[in-house]
């Protein structure tokens, strides 16, 4: 029997993944207990298909220890004639998708080699890893498909759309001025992380928080000079006859021996998300772009997901 050839590396591009065995009482026992004819669990033994995922040269790991946000999770049975495998595909023990195998028992010399094959060609075609296929399996948020912002904002030009394989991350837009290469503002939308989203000004300000330590703490490992940050300054707006809260801050590093560094940082929430603008300037400057962002901006409202985990 020839050895079945797997996909060129350079076809897929795909994430670090974990590979486990399934427990005794998934899908495919319960199958194999119903059938009349002789059938059993048999044991998965994961090295070969592991090896055979890692050579296919997609995954940047493969690794039989807990980790990798992606798992594979496989059982086999067999009976005198086929081999049957299930592979669940879960995101952070969170189930996505189940994929089904049949294979002769002729094949089992070549079975991790066929098993692979034909796997990676499934999560290709469905393009598995993809932001968008995680939201729909999870009934999450589609940053893909529901955010939505103008390609130009006061002189800036949205460069590039990030959308993050977390839900809990969201997306992050990109604007550049075309006729200063140094001034950017990314425009970053995620789920609030908390259960209760009542109290706005204390939501914003645990935000503003983490802020200022992650960039204290930044500028001491990096030995930067001092960084000044001011205090949150509160917004409270009406833009095409919609209203705005929100919190904003500037952080500087002036200094002899370098270059100034200034940032200014907007913080509103919208539907159940921080929308949090950062600008390589200052506020002063960076106020009239946040202010004709903010209308024209669609936001995902909550989804499912973010729903069940909130409810108490």
């Known amino acids: 029997m020839q050895e079945p050839e797997l996909p060129s590396a350079t076809e897929i591009n795909l994430p670090a993944v974990g590979i486990f065995p399934q427990q005794p009482d998934n899908e495919l026992s319960d199958w194999c ?6 059938c059993h669990m048999t044991p998965t033994h994961l090295i070969g298909i592991a090896q055979q995922l890692q050579d296919s040269g997609g995954f940047p790991l493969v690794s039989e220890h807990p980790g990798a946000d992606y798992e594979f999770l496989l059982a086999r049975a067999r009976n005198d004639n086929h081999i049957f495998i299930h592979v669940l595909l879960a995101w952070q023990g969170l189930p996505l ?9 002729a094949q089992t010399p070549f079975l991790d080699v066929a098993l692979t094959k034909a796997l990676l060609k499934d999560v290709k075609q469905d393009n598995a890893f993809s932001a968008s296929y995680l939201a729909k399996a999870l009934d999450a948020d589609n940053y893909t498909a529901d955010l939505w912002a103008p390609a130009q904002i006061a002189g800036f030009h949205l460069s590039h759309k990030r959308v993050y394989n977390d839900p809990f991350q969201g997306s992050a837009l990109t604007y550049k001025n075309p006729d ?3 001034d950017k503002i990314e425009v970053s939308i995620y789920p609030i992380p908390a259960s209760d989203l009542s109290n706005r000004a204390a939501l914003i300000a645990e935000e503003t928080n983490k802020l200022r330590d992650n960039l204290f703490e930044f500028a001491r490992q990096h030995q930067l000079p001092p960084l000044t940050m001011t205090a949150d300054t509160s917004i409270n707006w009406t833009q095409q006859g919609l209203d705005f809260q929100g919190y904003y801050l500037d ?31 200052p506020s002063d400057i960076a106020v009239n772009f946040v202010k004709q962002a903010l209308p024209q901006m669609q936001i995902p409202e909550e989804s499912a997901f973010m729903a069940r985990l909130r409810r108490p």
């Open 97 to 105: 998708h189940t994929y089904k195998y049949q294979f002769e028992t």
């Open 33 to 38: 207990r119903q059938q009349a004819e002789s």
């Open 180 to 182: 200063f290469n140094s």
């Open 251 to 281: 952080a500087s590093i002036i200094s002899a021996d370098s270059e100034p560094f200034y940032a200014a940082y907007f913080f509103f929430i919208q539907q159940d998300k921080i929308v949090k603008f950062t600008t390589t300037f």
